[in-house]
């Protein structure tokens, strides 16, 4: 398949792009394209291609167009802010332009899991109403407004559209400094300090590489279709049941303190989902949310 992936620079869509192991014939559009020449000049990608993001038009054909385009890390999304619907929907409204031209082509939009606003103090299921406080809407409710707008957008077309909501990811190249959770346990056990935790109790659900390139791969057979599909892994994990486990295999330190959490989309008690339709389409995960985290955390904390 020839495939068009926007926001090429993001480090889950270049994760993707070295899953696919040169089986399909991108090409990369990013924002920065210098970054993304850098990369590649560091990998070994042979059917491959890159492109300024402003270059993209109606005239090349592609099968698929994966859109990454937004923000993925927490400290990003922060500064951000307001920006971040004007930047959602420019770069959305530009593929459904496309399709406009080109109505066999599939898009997949990466969106996420934050589109159900504060509804998390159970896990999302294909029932849960997405829930905004429209009359006092604050800078954590951003990012997911501006994803769920963009879903909106989708279901009122009649293009092949599939909005993949992603929960957590994580992998080895994740950026060590920003603000997750779990980069935050990393950093720690690196410098061999204790990892401060807020005391507020959650429960998250993990998927990497493997599972998040296995999920497009599904998603890529897909025809005729118009739907919103969550990802998961075999089984999520409690903050409580992870931080045992980190010091279990790498003697990390903890410090547990009462203060409230802060999270820059909102507190999310039970951030994933039990919405399992992806199965049907074909999608089954190889991994547990601990297994991927091990997996990963293994091959970053070698490179470090």
């Not at 070295?18 to 014939?25: E, R």
């Not at 997949?108 to 009359?135: C, E, H, K, L």
């Not at 089984?235 to 409580?240: N, V």
Request: glycine share 4%.
């Amino acid at each position: 398949m020839k495939i068009a992936i926007l926001g090429a620079t993001s480090q889950i869509a270049k994760d993707l792009a070295l899953s696919f192991n040169d089986k399909h014939s991108l090409v990369l559009y990013a924002r920065r394209p210098a970054a993304l020449a850098q990369w590649l000049s560091q990998v070994n990608l042979q059917n491959c291609t890159f492109r300024d993001l402003s270059t993209f038009t109606h005239n090349t054909r592609f099968d698929a167009i994966l859109n990454f385009v937004g923000a993925g890390n927490p400290d990003i999304i922060q500064q951000l802010g307001k920006r971040i619907f004007g930047i959602t929907e420019s770069y959305d409204q530009m593929v459904l332009n496309y399709l406009h031209e080109h109505p066999d082509c599939l898009y997949i939009f990466m969106s996420s899991g934050a589109v159900f606003g504060d509804n998390f103090s159970t896990p999302v299921n294909n029932q849960t109403r997405s829930i905004f406080p429209i009359n006092n809407l604050q800078p954590q409710h951003y990012y997911g407004l501006a994803k769920a707008q963009a879903e909106y957008r989708h279901r009122m077309s009649d293009y092949n559209i599939i909005d993949l909501r992603i929960f957590n990811y994580f992998s080895s190249t994740a950026d060590i400094q920003s603000s997750f959770m779990i980069c935050g346990m990393l950093r720690s056990i690196l410098e061999g300090r204790q990892f401060v935790v807020d005391a507020t109790p959650i429960t998250r659900d993990y998927v990497g590489p493997k599972d998040f390139h296995h999920m497009i791969e599904v998603l890529l057979d897909q025809h005729k279709i118009n739907t919103a599909v969550d990802i998961y892994s075999r089984s999520p994990i409690s903050k409580d049941l992870l931080i045992d486990y980190m010091k279990d295999r790498y003697e990390l330190k903890v410090l547990m303190r009462n203060a409230p959490l802060h999270a820059a989309t909102g507190v999310k008690e039970n951030y994933y989902s039990t919405n399992l339709d992806a199965y049907s389409l074909g999608y089954s995960p190889t991994l547990t949310s601990i297994q991927t985290i091990f997996e990963e955390a293994d091959k970053l904390i070698q490179c470090n």
